[in-house]
């Protein structure tokens, strides 16, 4: 059984413009409470609230129910259902779930493979985050569903790579970071930091405002050059661009430190990109607003109380 290719494969139920990461958040969870205990089962009415949690923090804007991936995982071959009656799903009806005593598992097979190859889950784990997640919210989310990140992050011999790993490390262009970085003069376009140490920056990275896992293209038009911090507030959909390449903050985005106020600005422009240097196309900032960006945005006025 080729597990990489199983697990590559969640998520050929959606399509490039809209972000339904349900199915391997699921599996993540399941691999991390593996990875604690190789007879955990997960009992729908115990996990709920945290898979629901894991859905608002990492999951598109748009509410959603555990339920489903709970249930609809099974049709892909990794994941098994129980109720106190038997093998079997009962729906995806939130109280049947908890009535019928639901839980769920990794399917016998996949358990076996990966008490045989250890090494196994953190191939499974990688192929998951880097379809489906940008690389700037990996590490939080290991931590999140309760994964060991040396082993999450463990790299296969090279050499071995699987057709599976293969096509979820679709190569990037390495010039990216310097075609971006160089666009907007070595600044954070939010805040406009520009630390240097020597002649190199520091803590300065290229975002794709339409994310890599969902087929942004490595070009200038969807980057920008943000430090670390805005960075992840941009992946995560605190931050957002509005029309005119202003800065959009999230109203669910609670920041009560001066400091917090001070870092994240609403409705101010962004910083570059210089003369001649196109600015991040309307498409891919409608594709972040729509797949990344958390509720309504909070006015200046708001941000500034």
Not at 136 to 148: F, K, P, R, W, Y
Not at 152 to 174: F, H, S, Y
Not at 261 to 286: F, N, T
């Amino acid at each position: 059984m080729d597990w990489l290719d199983r697990v590559a494969k969640l998520r050929q139920w959606t399509n490039s413009e809209v972000r339904a990461p349900h199915k391997p958040l699921l599996l993540l969870y399941a691999l991390g409470s593996f990875q604690q205990d190789t007879h955990s089962e997960l009992r729908y009415s115990v996990v709920e609230e945290e898979l629901k949690r894991l859905l608002v923090e990492y999951g598109p804007p748009n509410p959603t129910t555990p339920a489903y991936p709970f249930h609809y995982l099974v049709n892909d071959g990794v994941w098994e259902v129980r109720t106190d009656h038997g093998p079997g799903s009962p729906g995806t009806g939130i109280r049947l779930l908890r009535s019928s005593g639901a839980t769920g598992r990794l399917v016998p097979e996949l358990r076996t493979a990966l008490i045989r190859e250890p090494s196994l889950l953190g191939r499974l784990a990688r192929v998951l985050l880097d379809i489906n997640f940008p690389p700037s919210l990996h590490t939080d989310l290991c931590e999140a569903v309760g994964l060991d990140l040396e082993l999450a992050e463990t790299a296969p011999v090279a050499g071995l790579l699987g057709e599976a790993e293969t096509a979820a490390r679709r190569q990037r262009d390495r010039r990216m970071r310097e075609m971006v970085l160089t666009a907007y003069e070595f600044q954070c376009a939010f805040c406009g930091y520009d630390g240097m140490l020597g002649a190199s920056s520091v803590g300065l990275e290229a975002a794709h405002v339409r994310w890599w896992s969902y087929d942004g293209p490595d070009e200038v038009d969807n980057g920008l050059c943000l430090c670390a911090l805005h960075h992840k507030l941009f992946d995560k959909g605190i931050l957002g661009l509005g029309e005119g390449h202003r800065i959009l903050v999230s109203q669910r985005f609670v920041g009560r430190s001066e400091a917090s106020r001070q870092h994240v600005l609403a409705g101010q422009p962004v910083i570059g990109p210089q003369s001649g240097v196109p600015s991040v196309a309307d498409r891919h900032r409608e594709w972040h607003a729509r797949q990344v960006f958390h509720g309504a945005p909070r006015t200046l006025a708001e941000t500034l109380c």
